[in-house]
T-cell receptor, first 111, second 116 residues
Framework: DQQVKQNSPSLSVQEGRISILNCDYTNSMFDYFLWYKKYPAEGPTFLISISSIKDKNEDGRFTVFLNKSAKHLSLHIVPSQPGDSAVYFCAASEGDYKLSFGAGTTVTVRA | GAGVSQSPSNKVTEKGKDVELRCDPISGHTALYWYRQRLGQGLEFLIYFQGNSAPDKSGLPSDRFSAERTGESVSTLTIQRTQQEDSAVYLC??????????????FGPGTRLTVL
């Protein structure tokens, strides 16, 4: 029973444009959300996070938006760069160490 | 290197055999986690070690799975009598001190296990 869902397995975007990745969750007890990025043959690396007391967190080109009423969060990458081509995982926690992950979205940035 | 390392990177085994996967966490990280990612699915939490406290084994899928950690160093995940549904990438992560969501987990590259 997946509590975190990423319904788009892949996304293709042109360099310089915006990438929008979506994530939905079912557990209303989740209060901390994270995005991880993964390159082939490497482990996931932390990208950005947001606490449930906020609805937006920005770090450079990356912004995460949280809509608690809809149980939805999104990651915006602006502008997209070739080095952003990777698999992006959404994860959520009830505040402790157990992270529930989505299945990932593969982003391809076209030159 | 300063990152989390795992070995082997790939393991092919026959159904019914036992396998042992190894994780070397980042030095100084007291918290260690094992996850599994089956094809097309997200990472599933398996087990958590924090210092000398009793591990949280709540994510282990069956009693064929076990894990050990010596102090704050190497951990091994053992799968006995492997089944085809055990085929997955097994990822290890470590973090500093308290295992809270805001303490960044640093992942290793994983071990891809294939059970024939």
């Amino acid at each position: 029973d997946q509590q975190v869902k990423q319904n788009s397995p892949s996304l293709s975007v042109q360099e310089g444009r915006i990438s929008i990745l979506n994530c939905d969750y079912t557990n209303s007890m989740f209060d901390y959300f994270l995005w991880y990025k993964k390159y082939p043959a490497e482990g996931p690396t932390f990208l950005i996070s947001i606490s449930s007391i906020k609805d937006k967190n920005e770090d450079g080109r990356f912004t995460v938006f949280l809509n608690k009423s809809a149980k939805h969060l999104s990651l915006h990458i602006v502008p997209s760069q070739p080095g952003d081509s990777a698999v992006y995982f959404c994860a959520a926690s009830e505040g402790d160490y157990k992270l529930s992950f989505g299945a990932g979205t593969t982003v391809t940035v076209r030159a | 290197g300063a990152g989390v390392s795992q070995s082997p990177s790939n393991k092919v085994t026959e159904k019914g055999k036992d396998v042992e996967l190894r994780c070397d966490p980042i030095s100084g990280h007291t918290a260690l986690y094992w996850y599994r990612q089956r094809l097309g699915q997200g990472l599933e939490f398996l087990i958590y070690f924090q210092g000398n406290s009793a591990p949280d084994k709540s994510g282990l899928p069956s009693d064929r799975f076990s894990a050990e950690r010596t102090g704050e160093s190497v951990s091994t995940l053992t799968i006995q009598r492997t089944q085809q549904e055990d085929s997955a990438v097994y990822l290890c992560a470590s973090s500093l001190a308290l295992g809270a969501a805001y303490n960044e987990q640093f992942f290793g590259p994983g071990t891809r296990l294939t059970v024939l």
